[in-house]
């Protein structure tokens, strides 16, 4: 995507055809320096896995994919310092061969550590935050060119990590690191939704990382994902029969029927934390989607009201579902995370590719998900009002004066920062 032309500027998903007038590619951080503090607006495609326009502009679209990044370990301090545009595919190889381990991942690996941090990108479990919790420090070159760092422990912080890409362009994030471990991995078929929401809690602590697979549908079960650490004996896998679902007799795809060879490896064969924590292999790198995606944090306690309340929309749901996963992850305390203040539970929606058949059904989602308080995810589809998910956000105003004080002339906004936020720039 980024060596295209820009008429062929696209997403991931193919569904958002990027518009900049000019589109910037520099060799070495000096030019982009330059380029930063030249352009009157502009805006940085990440890996360009969002399925909204958070990413696109009218003005100067910058891609940093054009330096060698880098992932520096410092074992005085287990931390990674990493460009913001490797990916989570590259950055987990080097730290796992020196003996560590990030937190968690998200379903796919391909994404960039930069722009998964800017949107509140998550992977599931009780006790993981979302993975910008792990910044620890992030360097920003801020409007002017200039490079600025924001520490964990200084004032602005919580507000700068979550950030929509508005705050400047990413050239390094400071990540914290764990010693490496192993997982192994189980799926469990037909879970009964009944036992899902009467055990919600007892399931997804049953391992370091769980997810719940549905395609809704008048009689809804659940395909359940258990992802061990190995060192972990609290619930010893594999059971034959998990709340009433059997293991799976081989390995399974999410979305049934598909071929499972993209997947990473189940059935209890041990390996390393970055080869089981994401869904999909590092070698299976599709460059476009057949699908489109949302999703909806809620507060954790609310979990099974919320599916049963989305199970109400049985076929309707199923007509444009290809799968819908359910996750959790650990409070934080980052402004604009989705995750902030709450334990939350995230349900996930891979729609068909086919928007006007999604979007009357996102719309009864997002109803049925009213009474719950849900948090659109900031690089997926969503149709809300922004008054409510502004309304969500008890530091929007907070974030607004930080962006003010940081970006005064608007340089890093667009159209969905003008949405977002108001203002002038689209
Ligand atoms: C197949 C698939 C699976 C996914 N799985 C998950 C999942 O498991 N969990 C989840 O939470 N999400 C998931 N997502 C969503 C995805 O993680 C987010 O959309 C994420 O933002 C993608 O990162 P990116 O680098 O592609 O960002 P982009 O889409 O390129 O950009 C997103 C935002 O980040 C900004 N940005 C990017 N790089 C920089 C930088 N260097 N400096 C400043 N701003 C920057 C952009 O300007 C933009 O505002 C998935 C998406 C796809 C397509």
């Given amino acids: 995507m980024p060596d295209s032309a820009p008429t062929d500027l696209h997403n991931w998903a193919g569904n958002i055809r990027f518009s900049p007038s000019r589109f910037e590619r520099p060799a070495t951080l000096d030019e982009a320096r330059e380029i930063v503090a030249a352009a009157p607006r502009l805006r940085v495609l990440g890996s360009g896995h969002s399925f909204n326009a958070i990413a696109d502009t009218d003005a100067v679209m910058l891609s940093l994919a054009g330096i060698e990044p880098e992932a520096n370990i410092n074992i005085l301090n287990d931390t990674v310092r ?55 420090a992030i360097e920003f070159i801020g409007p002017d060119g200039e490079l600025r760092t ?36 189980y799926v469990y078929d037909d879970l009964p939704f009944d036992a899902a929401v009467a055990n919600f809690d007892e399931l997804t602590a049953s391992a370091y990382s769980t997810s719940m697979f549905t395609s809704w549908g008048a009689a809804p079960t659940f395909q359940f994902w258990v992802k061990q650490r190995t060192a972990d004996q609290t619930h010893p896998f594999p059971r ?67 599916l049963e309340a989305l199970a109400r929309l049985g076929d309707r749901l199923a007509a444009v579902t290809q799968i819908n996963e359910v996750r959790t992850m650990a409070s934080d305390d980052l402004w604009l995370s989705p995750a902030y203040g709450r ?33 659109p995810h900031w690089g997926k589809l969503f149709s ?19 962006r003010e004080r940081i970006d005064p002339e608007e340089k ?15």
Wanted: aromatic share 10%; net charge negative.
């Fill in 412 to 426: 890093f906004a667009n159209g969905f920062t003008a949405e977002v936020f108001g203002g002038g720039a689209r």
């Fill in 384 to 402: 809300m009002p922004i008054e409510e998910v502004r309304s969500r956000y008890a530091r929007m105003g907070d974030f607004e004066k930080l």
């Fill in 82 to 136: 990493v460009s913001g545009w490797i990916t989570y595919a590259a950055l987990s190889a080097a730290v796992h061969r020196a003996g560590f381990a990030l937190h968690n991942m998200a379903s796919l690996p391909h994404i960039s550590v930069a722009g998964s941090i800017a949107t509140g990108t998550h992977g599931s479990g009780d006790r993981s935050g979302n993975l910008a919790t792990a910044v620890a």
């Fill in 240 to 306: 034959a029969n998990w709340f009433g679902a059997p293991l799976a007799p081989g390995p399974r795809h999410p979305i049934p029927g598909v071929d499972p060879a993209a997947c990473t490896v189940q059935q209890g064969q041990t390996g390393p934390w970055h080869e089981r924590l994401p869904h999909f292999k590092f070698e299976f790198t599709p460059s476009v989607g057949e699908e489109l995606q949302s999703e909806y944090l809620i507060d954790r306690i609310d979990a099974p009201a919320a």
């Fill in 150 to 185: 924001v520490r964990r422990g200084d004032a602005d912080f919580a507000g700068s990590v979550v950030h929509l890409g508005s705050l400047g362009v990413v050239h390094t994030v400071t990540l914290d690191l764990v010693p490496a471990f192993e997982m192994r991995q």
């Fill in 343 to 375: 334990d939350t539970v995230g349900l996930h929606f891979t729609w068909v590719r086919e928007y006007d058949a999604v979007r009357p059904v996102m719309a009864a989602v997002e109803a049925a998900l009213e009474p719950f308080s849900a948090r």
